[in-house]
């Protein structure tokens, strides 16, 4: 049997460098995220407050959504984020559940109704 030299040999690389750019790009995205999701959500409480839905029969968020997206509002990067949307309409009282309805963007499964508060 020969004694091999092992084919790989550890080399001395300072990844430090490399490190620390990736520790700030991930900063920059939680930041970027962070500005939208707060602009977002305040532009679409804004835009819901406007809403002929105000005074209308319960909603579901979906229906929301599209009344507000078809009145000028961009839609999120993620669809998801009306959720965050929704929480924080329902934190500031602004609307409150009232049953609930199939949601076609959920395969017909039950979601909450939700309607604004007086």
Same mark, same amino acid.
Not at 59 to 70: G, H, K, P, S, V
Not at 81 to 109: H, L
């Given at each position: 049997?020969?004694?091999?030299?092992?084919?790989?040999?550890?080399?001395?690389?300072?990844?430090?460098?490399?490190?620390?750019?990736?520790?700030?790009?991930?900063?920059?995205?939680?930041?970027?995220?962070t500005g939208l999701k707060?602009?977002?959500?305040?532009?679409?409480?804004?835009? =819901?407050?406007?809403?002929?839905? *105000?005074?209308?029969?319960?909603?579901? /968020? %979906?229906? !929301?959504?599209?009344?507000?997206? #078809?009145?000028?509002l961009p839609p999120p990067?993620?669809?998801?984020? =009306?959720?965050?949307?929704?929480? *924080?309409?329902?934190?500031?009282?602004? /609307? %409150?559940? !009232?049953?609930?309805?199939?949601? #076609?963007?959920?395969?017909?499964?039950?979601?909450?109704?939700?309607?604004?508060r007086a």
């Open positions: 049997m020969r004694n091999h030299e092992p084919a790989c040999r550890q080399l001395a690389i300072d990844f430090t460098p490399a490190l620390e750019r990736a520790q700030l790009g991930m900063e920059r995205a939680v930041n970027h995220a707060a602009s977002g959500a305040g532009q679409a409480l804004d835009c =819901w407050s406007r809403s002929p839905a *105000r005074h209308a029969e319960p909603f579901l /968020i %979906e229906e !929301a959504r599209r009344w507000a997206e #078809a009145n000028g990067p993620d669809a998801r984020s =009306w959720g965050a949307v929704t929480k *924080r309409a329902s934190i500031k009282k602004r /609307i %409150e559940k !009232a049953g609930a309805a199939p949601a #076609a963007s959920s395969n017909c499964s039950l979601k909450p109704l939700w309607r604004f």
